[in-house]
């Protein structure tokens, strides 16, 4: 029996799976988590990204279809066609091979151009300046933000533990960890950057506000509307088609459904009476064990309704709750009774917990550790500590006293561990600064001394002792080193040595410098410089 028909049957049957993986290809894609419409359509920079996406995958499946088909038709139309027949041999064609390199070519330099295109877009600071500025602190396993506001605003700073944003303003996102590489990710606002320890990275956006009516000056009602929704570029400046109209946004738009483990969405969403729209934000790093629980919300409310809430939240009692504290930290290893398990110790009736002469030795274990238990102290202030302790030391049973935010922060002192105020940012330590400061200075020796002492005055100036340097604030000496310039104390032309380091990195220099040939003026925090640099922009 000859082989040709069974072949011919293969190779048919062959043809018919190939096509049919292809025409399922972009229904399988449109399947996978993620890939839907929703993606990062509520800020003007999450847009430009998600167009630029789209794009993309549109050329990457067009050039998968095309490959896939010539090979398809080359596969059919060149096969052998019975066991006597040899196919036609084709070794090459110059133009066809030059024309799909070239093509290829013409089409990798302009993916490239459209995302650099993109990329300074969405990275450049808006022509006119932050709104606000917010710290997001990760640390295994939660989120803590930061609220700072202008100095001509009048309200104090607070910490919070939910990205909580106005409609519609530039937002200056400060991103940093207190312990482990962490990333923030609120897919839906078209936020996603690294939080590294010692480090802050920045991430600016500008979220688009909850659905409203939207009415024209005369009142007549246009119907529901993204309020704004600008186009492509736009989205950094105010709609002004739309400024004059009368906006009647009602409620809580959307909530979230989920947020882990430890945070219970509950039955009535915070923010259920303000009016906002909620997203979902997250840790994408795999940071640790508990890396899946990292959920906060993220909220954006019309401007009314954000003056509002900042006015709740420092009208309210800012002292952290222990009962919330336990069940973020300490509840998924010893269970929301304090029983834990066979590996976690109990805290019901424990000596620690209920004798008042070990007091101490419980906030011990929390700022320290034990064994297989993490250390809090680098990851929880003094007063989430007491508050914490205070829930254990008087739930499930236990009296055994309560402590206060200075008890811990005496403890911290005499163990020799770093401050952490409440609502501080965890501080760099001062060795750290100076150690990775001393390895950037050497880049300064050439013309500074390896001992501060220039070797010619009259070109460079001496930096021991020297007034710019050691001055109380540091806002001259950070310019000089980032901007560069000509004056006096500074003879001839100082470059802009410091433009493209970090803020860690111009820290630890400036701390170097303010620590070392004789000077002893305080460390400089690469928050302090994060701030100094924002003034010169």
């Known amino acids: ?52 996406y789209n794009l993309i995958a549109k050329i990457c499946l067009a050039v998968l279809i095309i490959v ?51 990329m300074f877009s969405t990275e450049t600071p808006p022509e006119d300046g932050f709104d606000m500025t917010i710290i997001a602190e990760a640390s295994q396993w939660d989120w803590d933000f930061f609220y ?7 309200r104090e700073p607070f910490m919070h533990e939910d990205l909580v944003v106005p409609a519609h303003q530039n937002i200056n996102l400060i991103v940093t960890s207190r312990d482990v590489i962490h990333a923030i990710f609120v897919p839906d606002l078209g936020i996603k950057i690294d939080a590294v320890p010692g480090r802050n990275n920045r991430w600016w956006f500008r979220a688009d506000g909850p659905v409203a009516q ?23 400046f105010r709609n002004d088609r739309y400024a004059a109209a009368d906006r009647v946004v009602t409620g809580l738009e959307r909530r979230v459904d989920f947020l882990g483990w430890t945070r219970d969405v509950g039955e009535v969403s915070p923010y259920e009476g303000y009016n906002a729209v909620e997203y979902q934000g997250t840790c994408a790093e795999l940071c640790g064990r508990d890396h899946w629980d990292m959920y906060f919300r993220a909220v954006v409310m019309t401007q009314s309704s954000f003056d509002r809430w900042v006015d709740d939240r420092l009208s ?33 009736g424990a000596d620690r917990v209920i004798n008042p002469d070990r007091i101490n030795d419980h906030i011990e274990i929390v700022l320290q550790g034990e064994g297989q238990m993490q250390a809090f102290g680098p990851v929880l202030n003094d007063a989430e500590i007491a508050a914490v302790i205070n829930h254990e030391r008087t739930s499930w049973g236990n009296d055994g006293g309560t402590i206060d935010a200075d008890d811990v922060a005496a403890l911290r002192e005499e163990l020799g561990l770093e401050p952490r105020p409440f ?6 330590p001062t060795d750290e600064l100076m150690a990775r400061g001393e390895r950037i200075y050497q880049s300064c020796v050439t013309c500074h001394g390896q ?20 001055a109380e604030e540091v806002d001259e000496l950070v310019q000089v080193l980032v901007q560069g310039r000509d004056s006096d104390q500074w003879p001839g032309r100082k470059s802009p040595v410091a433009r493209s380091m970090t803020d860690l ?24 410089v994060t701030d100094i640099r924002d003034d010169l922009d």
């Open 423 to 428: 609502m501080a940012a965890e501080p760099t």
């Open 148 to 154: 700072e506001f202008p100095d001509d605003d009048g």
């Open 451 to 470: 001992d501060g002492q220039s070797y010619d005055p009259q070109a460079v100036p001496s930096l021991a002792q020297n007034e710019v340097v050691v």
């Open 68 to 118: 896939e088909g010539v090979l398809l038709f080359a596969i059919i139309a060149f096969r052998r066609r019975s066991d006597d027949d040899r196919p036609v041999q084709n070794h090459g064609d110059l133009r066809l091979e030059a024309g799909w390199t070239l093509a290829a070519l013409g089409l990798q330099i302009w993916i490239g151009v459209a995302t650099i295109d993109v």
């Open 1 to 52: 029996m000859s082989g040709y028909p069974y072949s011919k049957h293969i190779s048919g049957l062959g043809a018919l799976i190939a096509v049919a993986v292809i025409l399922l290809i972009p229904t399988v894609a449109f399947a996978v988590p993620g890939s839907g419409e929703f993606i990062a359509h509520y800020s003007g920079s999450g847009r430009e990204m998600t167009e630029l």
């Open 505 to 528: 990195q111009l820290a630890s220099l400036l701390t170097y410098l303010r620590g070392s040939f004789g000077n002893d003026a305080p460390p400089v925090q690469p928050i302090e």
């Open 214 to 236: 939207v009415r024209a000056p005369d009142y007549a009602t246009v119907g529901p509307r993204q309020e704004p929704y600008p186009q492509t570029r736009s989205a950094r």
């Open 316 to 348: 309210a009692v800012d002292e952290p709750i222990g009962e919330a504290v336990y069940a973020r930290r300490c509840a998924s290893c010893h269970g929301d009774d304090g029983t834990g398990d066979d590996i976690n110790p109990s805290l019901v």
